[in-house]
């Protein structure tokens, strides 16, 4: 198959549409305007509806009417813009409808910067909004990636009725990058029966996510997170490099993933034995395959484009096991490889 | 007319539009009258099974107890936006919203002025009651000079709160919206009103003639501390002094001929 | 074999046309390729710039602070980048808009007189296509052909008239450098 060269956004909203997307709803902000724009072009074509909101929350109030109608529906932003979705991704969470929420993350907190970033961790994996609820977090490191992981978004977000990110950052959706364009095959996905389409030959359908019974909302509590267990149990992505015989394990995502790569190539070059563990889901985070690591003895040190949030993860992982570094840049500054190389050199 | 004149030809039938439920509003409340004269057009216009309707955050938030046909439950001030996602994705539905003073005139307000200026065909029922209901009967952006609630405890003072909202004749100044009324329903001559506006509202986005919201003047008697007759006289003398009831816009031709591509050429030739 | 390019001018100079020109044609030519234009704000300024990295094996990071070639195609550009040129590394610039003179011992400096290149071509004002030209030639990373298909694929249906301009740009652009005895260069360009 003949290689496709897009920038990551384009590539974002391509996979999406032959992914299935129908509805897309979003804001203008950089460094994810491409994402829009193309859908504008594009979606239409494709029998689907673009529209460009007053708002991030009119954007996502609007992918949940979409999706509470059955469709798959998307919205994109970058971190301040994802901020003020949270009302309505809490929302989505809660009346469990599917979506895919893309956030190509700038440097924060505030307005921030446009550059490349990876602040919004926490907010990803850990919730976001108000409520008992999480997302299923993915962190493409490869334009190749972005294609993949947004298909899957989507299939993920129907079997689980749960909001998926996708959590790139600026230069994951501003660089080019050949990828092989792989059709989109649909797996086989329960009937939304569900979804609000007019109640003609059935009782009608009720989509919300309030719950004032006595104990009613405790139980749907209790749906969430089995079903948020199930991910754990069956959704957990990673990719690993050298980390056999390794002493010290790289832990990193994304952008910084890539970054560290070629940190650890250049290391064992020289010798040292160093591995690079990557997590492409946030949430489910691969805890128990890092606990066995540092069961293990090795060492870990998180590497991110921030002042230190995945690395609590990690820590929770290894619980003590073994030691847990970490090594960042908050506010936009992108480490480089060499730089990178300099601070593990000396830890293994 | 004499009684005898009278012709009985069939007795008073609960619609197929609500469910076989009590309300559970206070005595007096408007939403009772509005939730059943929106379900007695449905069924008129037979449009039941195609019909989605929003419920607001705010009294009405449990609306799709009492509604009979699909129903979403959205976030406070955001039917709009709902309403959009669903009517783009499923333009044979009917979709309306359903929403409160605050909900549209306060936290929304970004929500209706945009839904109204793309001319979405969906239809908004706004009922206005001056005060938060369901939070137990704060200023509302609705509620009158001097009028007492719970967080005006010596009336709204309106060179701290400002004037009260009127989303109607604001409304009616966007290009794309198609049909903008305010009516009441605090007597059987204006309720039979509001059900004449609310059936031309559905049969406009049956049309596709694009966006149009009815504002409902409706009591409260529990939060404005009045029995329901008096509340009936307060809301004619205070609330329809104020908000004037009327026909504020009402563009009946085809919105997607007019006011979608023709619109836009239109503009262009002018220029 | 890894090159880290560095192009960079301003805003309508086709400065991301040139990055995309190049990563095509090696993406055609099978090796790895990332490109990573200015965005957002830093545009606003009317600067624009373009990291396109080239490598026979996987890319890390996509970007980097110091490359080993350099294009240049304005005075600002030439301030701000000459000083990041890998010592070792090539510097390309248009000789008929950059006045700067920050010299420099350890670098080769590749003159191209862009405007000279377009003179024969009636109003052409494309020196990024001149510049690239002279770009392939130099380096020798991608292959002629490649970036001529490159051209045939990303110009948009719009703007096919100006196809074989380009393409006569290009390869003026090219046989301009051609002659340059490229030895001296040698020890840089094998990596």
């Known amino acids: ?348 | 007319m004499n009684a005898k004149d009278v012709k009985v030809e069939k007795t008073v039938e609960k619609a197929r539009s609500l469910k076989n439920v009590p309300f559970r509003y206070c005595p007096g409340c408007g939403h009772t009258i509005i939730h059943r004269l929106i379900a007695e057009v449905i069924d008129e216009l037979n449009i039941r099974e195609r019909t989605i309707g929003i419920a607001p955050v705010g009294c009405a938030v449990f609306a799709y107890d009492y509604f009979n046909f699909d129903m979403l439950e959205a976030a406070h001030g955001r039917p709009p936006a709902a309403a959009t996602g669903m009517k783009r994705t499923l333009p044979d539905k009917i979709v309306f919203s359903y929403q409160g003073d605050g909900d549209l005139a306060a936290i929304g307000t970004g929500e209706i002025i945009h839904a109204a200026n793309r001319g979405e065909n969906i239809t908004v029922f706004f009922v206005n009651n001056a005060t938060y209901g369901m939070t137990g009967g704060q200023m509302a952006p609705t509620t009158l000079p001097g009028q007492v609630t719970t967080t005006t405890h010596v009336g709204r003072e309106i060179n701290t709160t400002g004037y009260p909202l009127r989303m109607s004749e604001m409304l009616a100044t966007i290009e794309g919206a198609a049909l903008i009324a305010r009516t009441a329903v605090d007597s059987p001559e204006n309720i039979r009103n509001a059900k004449k506006l609310i059936e031309k509202a559905f049969k406009y986005q049956i049309e596709d003639k694009g966006f149009s919201m009815i504002e409902i003047l409706s009591p409260c008697p529990t939060n404005w501390g009045m029995t329901p007759a008096r509340a009936a006289i307060w809301l004619r003398e205070e609330m329809m002094h104020y908000y004037k009831l009327g026909v504020f816009k009402d563009n009946p031709t085809d919105s997607q001929n007019q006011t979608k591509s023709s619109g836009v050429s239109a503009v262009m030739r002018s220029l | 074999m890894k090159k880290r390019v560095i192009i960079a001018g301003s805003g309508g100079q086709g400065i991301l046309f040139f990055g995309q020109l190049l990563t095509y044609a090696a993406m055609l030519d099978g090796l790895e390729v990332t490109c990573f234009p200015s965005y957002g704000a830093e545009m606003r300024g009317g600067t624009a710039n373009c990291t396109v990295i080239i490598s026979d094996s996987v890319i890390g990071s996509p970007v980097i602070r110091n490359p080993d070639i350099l294009v240049v195609l304005n005075d600002a550009s030439y301030i701000r980048f000459s000083e990041k040129l890998s010592s070792g590394g090539i510097l390309i610039y248009d000789s008929s808009v950059v006045n700067s003179g920050v010299h420099r011992e350890d670098i080769k400096t590749i003159k191209v007189p862009a405007n000279d290149i377009l003179s024969s071509f009636n109003g052409a004002r494309s020196a990024n296509m001149a510049m690239l030209g002279a770009f392939i030639a130099v380096t020798e990373i991608v292959e002629i052909d490649s970036v001529f298909r490159a051209l045939d694929e990303i110009t948009p249906s719009r703007r096919r008239a100006s196809l074989d301009v380009n393409k006569a740009i290009i390869m003026k652009g090219y046989s301009s450098l051609y002659d340059v005895p490229l030895n001296t260069l040698e020890g840089n360009l094998k990596g």
């Open chain 1, 1 to 348: 198959m003949n290689k496709a060269l897009m920038k990551g956004n384009e590539a974002l909203a391509l996979a999406a549409i032959h992914a299935g997307c129908k509805f897309y709803a979003g804001y203008p902000i950089t460094p994810q305007n491409e994402i829009p724009e193309y859908m504008s072009r594009t979606l239409p074509a494709w029998g689907g509806a673009f529209v460009q909101a007053e708002s991030e929350i009119a954007a996502i109030n609007m992918v949940f009417g979409a999706s509470a109608c059955g469709a798959r529906a998307m919205t994109s932003s970058s971190s301040p813009g994802i901020s003020l979705k949270q009302e309505g991704i809490s929302f989505l969470a809660g009346a469990e409808l599917p979506a895919v929420i893309v956030n190509m993350q700038r440097g924060g907190p505030g307005l921030g910067n446009i550059s490349a970033s990876q602040a919004d961790y926490f907010q990803a994996v850990k919730g976001g909004g108000h409520g008992d609820y999480r997302l299923l977090v993915l962190a493409p490191f490869t334009v190749q990636e972005i294609w993949d992981l947004t298909m899957l978004a989507f299939d993920k977000a129907d079997e689980y009725r749960n909001p998926v990110m996708i959590l790139g950052d600026s230069i994951l959706g501003q660089m080019m990058e050949p990828f092989i364009p792989t059709p989109y095959m649909k797996p086989a996905l329960p009937e939304k029966t569900w979804a609000l389409n007019g109640c003609a030959g059935r009782q009608p359908n009720v989509v919300k996510s309030l719950f004032v019974g006595e104990g009613e909302l405790e139980e749907k509590n209790y749906v969430l997170q089995d079903k948020y267990r199930r991910m754990k149990a069956k959704d957990v992505r990673f990719q690993t490099q050298d980390i056999e015989d390794a002493e010290l394990i790289v832990v990193s995502f994304g952008i910084a993933a890539r970054i560290s790569t070629e940190a650890v190539s250049m290391l064992r070059k020289t010798g040292k034995r160093v591995g690079h563990f990557r997590p492409i889901t946030l949430f489910p985070f691969p805890e128990k395959q890092i606990h066995d690591l540092a069961r293990r003895g090795a060492k870990f040190i998180a590497v991110e484009l921030n002042a230190g949030q995945m690395v609590e993860d990690v820590r929770l992982a290894v619980n003590g096991k073994s030691e847990v570094l970490f090594y960042g840049r908050p506010g936009g500054g992108v480490i480089t490889p060499e730089e990178l190389y300099d601070r593990l050199k000396d830890e293994c």
